[in-house]
């Protein structure tokens, strides 16, 4: 399947401008879950319509059964904005599975991106509250019978086998995410699957990308037509430049035949944006969370035509040289 660059907000809210995208060089829109009126909009201005698809999040106070257990035995911390349940809790995800199958059997996005595919935590901020999880019985029975280990404990697991339990997670985690793209691509062949990312590299804060978020690139990329990772500058501590930062080092640690597209804050605009198109290896299209603002903005608007069309050049040039593009 040919994937287009895709170039475009965030957010229902931008609808509102949606007639001028084509004049700034956007040629699609990314909102959350299937909304009725967000495809209608995008059709009647030709615009590719892509959903954004809650996986593994829920409001934990009236779902408290799905927060998982930390290593004390307890329900891990948790605030406003916290990802990730208890993968052991086999109705919510058959909840999941019947609701993105109901949006693929009534909408016909070009698009969709799994949000949340992750264990629990949160990572867009300066200072992030890492936990392990989760250690519930059923989530270590789960480890026990897929590892031929014996353990009871989470001491016993993260002393004795803590490589092994990292690679269990994230296991569970890709089986769930070939899931979904196989029912995705059973019933939309030409629909493209993507996935928000943790923005962290793999060696960042002890390997947090995996050992607490269960997120391993090599494990997902069948599933996986494009990786989105959350860039985020200001909310995150980090400079404008990590977009193109990540862009530089992906060659590192994500399959060669994996595409990688960010997603920037509108926070950070223009100057994260114009950052990432000055990339070595060029973000294959854009999107702008928040990005309404963006396209409100005449002057802004103009400064996302003109980085889009750098990025279309700069994947053009390598495309003519040979090498994958991402």
């Not at 287009?4 to 004049?23: E, K, N, S």
């Not at 269960?214 to 069948?222: E, G, I, K, R, S």
Request: charged content about 25%.
């Amino acid at each position: 399947m040919s994937l287009p660059l895709l170039f475009g907000p965030y957010g229902y809210d931008a609808v509102d401008t949606i007639d001028r995208f084509a004049t700034y060089g956007a040629n699609a829109l990314w909102f959350h879950g299937f909304n009725p009126s967000g495809f209608e909009a995008c059709r009647k201005h030709r615009i590719a319509a892509c959903v954004e698809f809650k996986t593994f999040r829920a409001d934990f106070d009236t779902r408290p059964e799905l927060i998982p257990i930390g290593v004390d035995g307890r329900p891990i911390r948790y605030g406003r904005l916290v990802q990730g349940v208890c993968l052991s809790q086999h109705a919510f995800l058959e909840e999941v599975r019947e609701e993105l199958i109901l949006g693929i059997r009534t909408f016909q996005p070009v698009g969709i991106w799994l949000d949340y595919l992750t264990y629990a935590g949160w990572f867009e901020t300066p200072k992030p509250d890492l936990q392990e999880g989760c250690f519930c019985p059923d989530c270590i029975a789960d480890f026990c019978q897929a590892t031929g280990l014996d353990a009871t404990t989470p001491e016993q697991i993260l002393r004795n086998a803590a490589n092994r339990w990292t690679r269990h997670k994230c296991e569970r985690v890709a089986r769930l995410a070939t899931e979904y793209a196989e029912l995705i691509r059973t019933h939309l062949p030409e629909c493209i699957v993507g996935a928000y990312m943790c923005p962290w590299t793999p060696d960042e804060f002890d390997g947090a990308l995996r050992r607490i978020f269960a997120q391993d690139y090599t494990l997902l990329a069948p599933a996986i037509d494009v990786f989105t990772p959350l860039i985020y500058a200001k909310k995150s501590g980090r400079p404008a430049a990590w977009g193109r930062d990540f862009l530089d080092q992906m060659p590192r640690f994500i399959p060669q035949d994996r595409r990688v597209q960010l997603i920037l804050d509108a926070m950070d605009y223009p100057d994260s944006l114009l950052a990432a198109a000055d990339a070595r290896n060029p973000s294959w299209g854009i999107q702008i969370f928040g990005g309404a603002q963006v396209f409100a903005d005449p002057q802004h608007a103009q400064v996302f035509r003109s980085a889009a069309e750098h990025i279309r050049q700069r994947a053009a040039e390598i495309a003519e040289s040979g090498p994958s593009f991402r």
